[in-house]
């Protein structure tokens, strides 16, 4: 596996261009060497292993070496499959044509575009990595040729030697004749080893970059907070006005036609007006209900940020980035994949994952879903990882609970056989939170009726959208980026809330409860509430978005894993 960033030597006579070229290739995650002469970067390149030139033809006919005597040196040596040339020229098409002709890969003008030189630098690194494997393939081919051709000649003198000396046992003829055999095979086992390990390293590429989609990146991070936070105004004035404006307008439509309406159509409208305040009265209930349960049980739900890192089968070791770009972010190479290695002093690949739980327990048990507890679980591209062979584990749990500034450790206590459900103990420390009261009978979850559900739905991005666009932006500069010293800012400055949602439930099924109050991604794990302030389900799924129809889990689910625990515990920490 590569540990190394792509290196590139940089031959420019001018110094501001060359500090120029060397920020813009820095920045693109390469390694770079920068010189003045031809001969000082011609020496460089046989002991630096450099895999692109970028040459300045102003350099022609200066010093003890030119740019066209340094090109004809490297096309005609063992060189020539190792590195890529592109040289900078003047303006025009004459130009370029004179850089190619000298034997250059590609030619770019001056004044040249920063995005477009590392797109062609990227280009002419992808064409040479194609080279090298085809190089590589060729050399894998020849040693296992040799390997065979071995075999078979150690075949050929063993035959020749039991030809010539009949009194050797039979049983030596047997050895000898396996040994060599065994030898064929370790050919064979030679050329599946290198496939395999090279289809795995692309695989496990692929699959981090993929993964990365997810991984905290300021702009994005900004602008979709931005957006969720213009969604979260617009939702909160619909659901204040839901329903409610529109039975008060009925109301005082039906007294001012009851004005003008005999008895027998006033008493119809009369009914009419009855039911329509009851209704009215009903949502005032409901509201005053949820405030009351909002300010009792808001406290004790907590976020969880779930760091999920990869383990090598075979090596034992963790996988980790090679480096880290001047913006904080993972080095790529050419096709834009993050470099990684195994060892070495760069950060641990990590995914970050976020839900919901909530206390169940006076010894820090809390409640959540086993896909946030164990998130590899039935995830198709984690468990991929796998089959590359890197086994996804915990790397560490942290809950945040609104109104404390600490991240508390946890890990993960019983996983349910039954249900995407799951158990984990927290270190409390002298924190106090109520610990929220279930309601597992059949006749607490009724179709139709009002609950109320909380949770961190969209994460990180959600909480951020609750602040203002320039705070966000601050802690999230302040912060380089890492996703712990973004949850650790907000925690201090009493940022972390649960998103507090109402709806009804539109169906009870044997596992799961159906009902439209607004969740999404990040949420999972919420506790589900009745009116009366007990915990009646545990968010599991939703549909893609706010609204809809989401699913919960029934809370005597989870009544298994809230059993005194076993005397040992199953070891949860990888898939």
Known sequence: MDDTREKIIIVEADEASRTSLAAIMEGGG??????????????AL????????????????????SAREMLATIRGSALTAAVRVIVLVGAGADNRAFGLD?????????????????????????????????????????????????????????????????????????????????????GGIYFLFAHTAQKDLRNTTSTIARLEGGILHQQSLIAEAR??????????????????????????????????AGSEQGATLQKQLDDTNARLQRIELEGDSAQTLI??????????????????????????????????????????????????NGPEVKVDVFGTGFPVGADGRIVTNRHVAEPWWNNDELNKMASDGFLAEISTIHAYFPGDPRA???????ISKQADLATMRIDMQDLKRSILSIDSGKAATVTGEPIVLMGYATGLAGILARTDEDTARRILTHSGGDVSRVLAEL??????????????????????????????????????FNLRGKVIGVTFATLKGFGGSNFGIPIRFSEPLLAPASASSPDHSSN
């Open 30 to 43: 390469f390694e770079v060497s920068v010189f003045s002469t031809a001969r000082e970067s011609l020496d």
């Open 46 to 65: 046989q002991h630096t292993g450099a895999e692109l030139l970028l040459v300045d033809t102003d350099l022609l006919g200066s010093g003890s070496m």
């Open 102 to 186: 000298l034997g250059a890969d590609d030619a770019v003008s001056r004044p040249w575009d920063a995005a477009e030189l590392l797109a062609r630098t990227r280009v002419q690194l992808r064409a040479r990595r194609t080279d090298h494997l085809l190089l590589e393939q060729m050399r894998i081919a020849t040693e296992g040729q040799k390997i065979a051709y071995t075999a078979f000649d150690a075949i050929a003198v063993t035959e020749r030697m039991v030809k010539k000396a009949d009194s050797v046992d039979r049983r030596l003829n047997i050895g000898l004749v396996a040994v060599f055999a065994l030898i064929v095979v370790m």
């Open 227 to 260: 957006k969720l936070h213009a969604e979260q105004d617009t939702d909160e004035a619909a659901l204040a006005s839901l329903g409610k404006d529109d039975l008060q307008k009925q109301a005082r439509d039906l007294k001012a036609r009851m004005g003008n």
């Open 295 to 344: 300010r009792d049980d808001v406290q004790s739900v907590c976020l969880l940020h779930i760091s999920v890192a990869f383990r090598n089968q075979q090596s034992g070791e963790r996988l980790r980035y090679a480096g880290l770009n001047m913006q904080g972010e993972p080095l790529q190479d050419s096709e834009g994949n993050p470099l990684l290695t195994l060892g070495g």
């Open 408 to 414: 508390f450790s946890g890990e993960i206590q019983e």
């Open 491 to 528: 925690a201090r400055r009493n940022l972390i809330h649960p998103i507090i949602t109402q709806g009804h439930i539109g169906d009870v099924l044997p596992d799961k409860i159906v009902f439209d109050a607004q969740t999404t991604s990040g949420g999972s794990g919420g506790p589900l």
